[in-house]
């Protein structure tokens, strides 16, 4: 089956850093944009950073500067380096990717079709 498995949250002390990761199976995504999102309670799943098959990245404003997107097209996996963390990036971060190919030239804003369970991570002040 097609699926997305998050991995690498946990608990970090404020200005600390941390490394998610999302390795994809059933399908190979190296040529399908792909994001991570994260959703805390009470508020709605947002938009942290995207990448496509070109490695053209796009990053929140509330994160640019201190996360990186990447990914490793061998291992079919990308990756989000968090670091100079602070106790409001704490949420549920999610793996996402979309269905489609794209040309890796320009910076589109795909819908994604797949998802992961999302992993934990807290930044504790």
């Known amino acids: 089956q097609v699926q997305l498995v998050e991995s690498g949250g946990g608990l970090v002390q404020a200005g600390g850093s941390l490394r998610l990761s999302c390795a994809a199976s059933?399908?190979?995504?190296?040529?399908?944009?792909m994001a991570w999102f994260r959703q805390s309670p009470g508020k709605e799943r947002d938009l942290v950073a995207t990448?496509?098959?070109?490695?053209?990245?796009y990053y929140s404003d509330s994160v640019k500067g201190r996360f990186t997107i990447s990914r490793d097209n061998a291992k079919d996996t990308i990756y989000l380096r968090m670091s100079s963390l602070k106790p409001e990036d704490t949420a549920v971060y999610y793996c996402?990717?979309?269905?489609?190919?794209?040309?890796?030239?320009?910076?589109?804003?795909?819908?994604?079709?797949?998802w992961g369970q999302g992993t934990q991570v807290t930044v504790s002040s």
């Open positions: 059933g399908r190979t995504f190296t040529l399908n944009p």
């Open positions: 990448i496509n098959s070109g490695g053209i990245t």
């Open positions: 996402a990717a979309d269905s489609q190919t794209d040309d890796g030239m320009t910076y589109v804003a795909p819908e994604y079709n797949y």
